[in-house]
């Protein structure tokens, strides 16, 4: 029997889909949560506020949303399910061949049934890097001269590193802010999503650039192999 084809070691892209994967899945699920304590009642419209009380809905504008489901409680469920499995695909599955763009149609799912704006976004664009992972040596950097090449190969620790930590703050550091410490401070959250848009955005295309350098050294890290 042919077994599934993985990535044998961890590339540029790989890791910004997996990273970026996981905190998509994760700050969808507090969508979830919020939305799934407004309990068993019908959305006004389409576009939701994931949070109507507590420090999120006052402090950080609520999270608003999009849902094609007309139950609030059934969209809380359907948008925690689809975020941890779009957490969990990203953690395990993303370098598997196709699973960046698995991840793309999780992500989209998440944000129709209220995942919210930003963490589908982050989802898409990390499998958008998914897709990337498996032979850089034939991305699209290829049509840049060789000086480009070079260029966006040395920004990408860079720019990944702006990244991560811009989303992990984004996700993680504005629940502390807002539930430990009171910050009320909507505006630093929405700036926050956008440096982490658009310095993930940058890494996406500056990633396959990077893996096409190591390869050029001969690092064994590129490329499909056999998995268990």
């Known amino acids: 029997m042919q077994k599934e084809m993985t990535v044998t070691k961890l590339t ?3 890791t910004t889909a997996t990273l970026f994967g996981v905190l998509a899945g994760a700050g969808g699920m507090v969508h979830g949560v919020g939305e799934i304590l407004q309990g068993n009642v019908a959305p006004e419209g389409l576009i939701i506020n994931s949070w109507t009380e507590g420090p999120i809905a006052t402090n950080m504008g609520g999270e608003p949303g999009m849902t094609i489901v007309p139950n609030l409680l059934v969209t809380g469920v359907l948008t925690f399910l689809f975020s941890l499995a779009v957490l ?3 953690a395990l599955f993303v370098r598997r061949r196709h699973g960046g763009r698995i991840l793309i ?9 209220g995942g919210g704006f930003g963490p589908p976004l982050i989802g898409i664009l990390a499998g958008v890097a998914g897709t990337q992972s498996g032979e850089p040596q034939r991305g ?9 090449q070079r260029l966006l190969a040395r920004l990408w620790p860079f720019v990944f590193g702006v990244a991560a930590v ?13 539930y430990l410490f009171g910050v009320d401070n909507a505006d630093l959250f929405l700036n926050t999503f956008y440096v982490t848009v658009l310095s993930l955005a940058f890494t996406v295309l ?22 268990d």
Do not use: K, Q
């Open 12 to 14: 540029a892209a790989g």
């Open 206 to 227: 500056a990633a396959p650039a990077y893996d096409g350098r190591v390869a050029e050294r001969g690092a064994p890290v590129l490329g499909y192999s056999d998995g």
């Open 88 to 90: 969990v695909w990203a």
């Open 140 to 148: 699209w950097h290829r049509r840049l001269p060789a000086g480009g």
């Open 105 to 113: 149609v999780l992500s989209l799912g998440m944000l129709l049934v």
């Open 166 to 178: 811009a989303g992990t703050f984004l996700v993680i550091g504005s629940l502390i802010l807002v």
